[in-house]
């Protein structure tokens, strides 16, 4: 079965817009938690956020938020104001099995920041 | 702060050659892993270590083998190089804290001929 789903392969998003990012999980553990890089043109993994499933408030790290819906199982990453540097590969990842640290990773979006 | 080092960058073999990459962090990391990317797909555990002296297999190890003899520093091993193995490596780091994040280095590219 699928752990993670990514279902947009590519996205496009005017420049100071909002943008969300979808992820999707699988999982029948009740303590998760949910991880999203972002990896640029450069290639390297660069941490975002991340949710627990424990946590009672979506997370939030600067322009970075997490739209956690767990009866849905889904963790959808939204970005304010987009800026062009926010053109970037996005994968979404969970660990593997509960307790552990190993992470299973989306097939991730490609985002487009439109000027 | 150098986190997560990876040499080499890049690399070219030819089927059949063997070559080891080696992965080092400074950030007294006990857990270590190294992924493989491909194009279209996300990154896939191939080993990965708990601490010194320990590893463990992945989602796809066939092909590799690691070592850690060090905490600071884990190597990816490639026996006899196959053209399937041609991909991007990356090597992560993490405490033993599931909530906390794995810290990549730069990646390597490899290129089996």
């Known amino acids: 079965a ?19 990012l979808d992820c999707t999980y699988d999982t029948s553990d009740q ?4 991880f999203w890089y972002k990896q640029p043109s450069s290639g390297e993994m660069i941490f975002l956020i991340y949710q627990g499933s424990y946590d009672e408030q979506n997370a939030t790290e600067g322009r970075y938020s997490l739209n956690f819906q767990k009866a849905r199982k889904s963790a959808n990453l939204v970005i304010s104001a987009s800026q062009l540097g926010d053109s970037a590969m996005y994968f979404c990842a969970r660990p593997l099995a509960s307790g552990a640290n190993n992470l299973f990773f989306g097939t991730g979006t490609r985002l487009t920041v439109i000027p | ?12 073999l030819k089927t059949g050659q063997s070559m080891t990459l080696l992965c080092a962090q400074d950030m007294n990391h006990e857990y270590m892993y190294w992924y493989r990317q491909d194009p279209g797909m996300g990154l896939r555990l191939i080993h990965y270590s708990v601490g010194e002296g320990t590893t463990a297999k992945g ?3 066939d092909g590799y083998n690691v070592s850690r003899l ?40 490899l290129s089996i001929l």
């Not at chain 2, 193995?85 to 280095?105: E, K, L, R």
Request: some cysteine; glycine content about 8%; charged content about 15%.
């Open chain 1, 2 to 20: 699928q752990k993670i789903t990514q279902t947009q392969p590519g996205m496009f998003v005017q420049e100071k817009e909002a943008v969300t």
């Open chain 2, 70 to 109: 060090k905490k600071q520093n884990f190597l990816l091993g490639l026996e006899s190089a196959a053209p399937s193995q041609t991909s991007v490596y990356f090597c992560a780091s993490s405490s033993w804290a599931i909530n906390q994040p794995q810290h990549f280095g730069d990646g390597t590219r």
């Open chain 2, 59 to 61: 989602e796809v190890p």
């Open chain 2, 1 to 12: 702060n150098a986190g997560v080092t990876q040499t080499p960058k890049f690399r070219v």
């Open chain 1, 31 to 34: 303590s998760y938690g949910l």
